[in-house]
Antibody, heavy 121, light 107 residues
Framework: QVQLVQSGAEVKKPGASVKVSCETSGFIFSAYYIHWVRQAPGQGLEWMGLFRPSDDYTIYGEKWRGRVTMTRDTSSNTIYLELSSLRSEDTAVYYC??????????????WGQGTVVTVSS | EIVMTQSPAILSVSPGERATLSCRADQSVGSNLAWHQQKPGQAPRLLIYGASTRATGTPVRFSGSGSGAEFTLTISSLQSEDFAVYFCQQYDHWPLTFGGGTKVEIK
């Protein structure tokens, strides 16, 4: 059974960093991209970037460059999203999801359960 | 980036009725268009990809159509479990982008 299980909720102060994990199982880790998508309260979905576990290749959305880092744990099938210099506008639910490696097939299935990140002083 | 516009923002429909949701791109995305369903407090779930291919587990009452810049998601006969928010997503160009969503509510 394909699963993406994310870490628990976080509360951070402005200026701090947060690191969210996404543990995957049930599929060949290196055969997919892992994406991160965020959703601010009451808002739509916003793609942040992707990570390719086979070679650590990344694409970050232009809005996030300089503040976001995606990495993996070499001993487990876990991907991490780190977001730095947090501000109140970063309060959102962060989702990991996957897509296959074939070009033009970046539709997302399935999704992790989401991680709530709250930025507040 | 490609801007995806969904309409209407809110669609009020009675159970058993047909619902038609629209998604428009500001440039062609070919058939590289997906639809996701999101219920309150839950993660999104893939319904349709390739503009018209149902994902595993998607009921046949859901159908997608269109290509280029105009797409439609049709729910032929709304069931109680279909009241949710629906997002379209293009994956033809970077960055990947979503529409703002259509909330399907009970009339």
């Amino acid at each position: 059974q394909v699963q993406l299980v994310q870490s628990g909720a976080e509360v951070k102060k402005p200026g701090a960093s947060v690191k969210v994990s996404c543990e995957t199982s049930g599929f060949i880790f290196s055969a997919y991209y892992i994406h991160w998508v965020r959703q601010a309260p009451g808002q739509g979905l916003e793609w942040m970037g992707l990570f390719r576990p086979s070679d650590d290749y990344t694409i970050y959305g232009e809005k996030w460059r300089g503040r976001v880092t995606m990495t993996r744990d070499t001993s487990s099938n876990t991907i991490y999203l780190e977001l730095s210099s947090l501000r109140s506008e970063d309060t959102a639910v962060y989702y990991c999801t996957r897509s296959v490696l074939t070009p033009h097939t970046h539709y997302f299935d399935p999704w992790g359960q989401g991680t709530v990140v709250t930025v507040s002083s | 980036e490609i801007v995806m516009t969904q309409s209407p923002a809110i669609l009020s429909v009675s159970p058993g009725e047909r619902a038609t949701l629209s998604c428009r791109a500001d440039q062609s995305v070919g058939s590289n268009l997906a639809w996701h369903q999101q219920k309150p407090g839950q993660a999104p779930r893939l319904l349709i990809y390739g503009a018209s291919t149902r994902a595993t587990g998607t009921p046949v009452r859901f159908s997608g159509s269109g290509s280029g810049a105009e797409f439609t998601l049709t729910i032929s006969s709304l069931q109680s479990e279909d009241f949710a928010v629906y997002f379209c997503q293009q994956y033809d160009h970077w960055p990947l982008t979503f529409g703002g969503g259509t909330k399907v509510e009970i009339k």
